[in-house]
T-cell receptor, first 113, second 118 residues
Framework: QQQVKQSPQSLIVQKGGISIINCAYE??????FPWYQQFPGKGPALLIA?????SEKKEGRFTISFNKSAKQFSLHIMDSQPGDSATYFC????????????FGKGTMLLVSP | GAVVSQHPSWVICKSGTSVKIECRSL??????MFWYRQFPKQSLMLMAT?????????EQGVEKDKFLINHASLTLSTLTVTSAHPEDSSFYIC??????????????FGPGTRLTVT
């Protein structure tokens, strides 16, 4: 019930291409879905997040698509750049009460020049 | 805004000694802070939730007597690894939740502390 499954484990995309990372959750009580970007030796940084009241959220080159009925959400990175090479984690939590983030296992993205 | 710092960023200690890691929210107050542990090429593992003025809540399997957490103010939480052993070597990351903004639930992460126990 608490798992968040993330795929793929690793991804290689050419510069200018679209990177797509998928996550699926089980707990229907989750209502907050953030994505974090982490560079080697650094802490994760909040990239973009979505609530279930919308099906898509876009910030610059980053878009979250959310499918409540399928309990899935995905991150799309448009026009991927070498500087986007990092590990991406999806997460989920409840916004009410005592709540902690449940993380996916992460996706290592490499954008080739 | 929403900056979280950690100190030190990197520490080496000898087996059997204790080491303290500080986590500070620099521009907001944080009633709740979280401590994570991350092994190479793995996800973040929540160790404990730190609440200002009260005892920390530890996740199952985390030894509370080994990993002492103190959240003495709204901007500072500390993690002390006591009697450290080589298997405690890891990347420790804290995060903080903004308690000043009503309804805020985002967690902001610190830059992490690399602990190496020799």
């Amino acid at each position: 019930q608490q798992q968040v499954k993330q795929s793929p484990q690793s991804l290689i995309v050419q510069k200018g291409g679209i990177s797509i990372i998928n996550c699926a959750y089980e707990n229907t009580a989750f209502d907050y879905f953030p994505w974090y970007q982490q560079f080697p030796g650094k802490g994760p940084a909040l990239l973009i997040a979505i609530r279930p009241d919308v099906s898509e959220k876009k910030e610059g080159r980053f878009t979250i698509s959310f499918n409540k009925s399928a309990k899935q959400f995905s991150l799309h990175i448009m026009d991927s750049q070498p500087g986007d090479s990092a590990t991406y984690f999806c997460a989920a939590s409840r916004t009410s009460g005592y709540s902690t983030l449940t993380f996916g296992k992460g996706t290592m993205l490499l954008v080739s020049p | 805004g929403a900056v979280v710092s950690q100190h030190p960023s990197w520490v080496i200690c000898k087996s059997g000694t204790s080491v303290k890691i500080e986590c500070r929210s620099l521009d907001f107050q944080a009633t709740t802070m979280f401590w994570y542990r991350q092994f190479p090429k793995q996800s973040l593992m929540l160790m404990a939730t730190s609440n200002e003025g009260s005892k920390a809540t530890y996740e199952q399997g985390v030894e509370k007597d080994k990993f002492l957490i103190n959240h003495a103010s709204l901007t500072l939480s500390t993690l002390t690894v006591t009697s450290a052993h080589p298997e405690d070597s890891s990347f420790y990351i804290c995060s903080a939740r903004d308690s000043e903004t009503s309804g805020s639930y985002e967690q902001y992460f610190g830059p992490g502390t690399r602990l190496t126990v020799t």
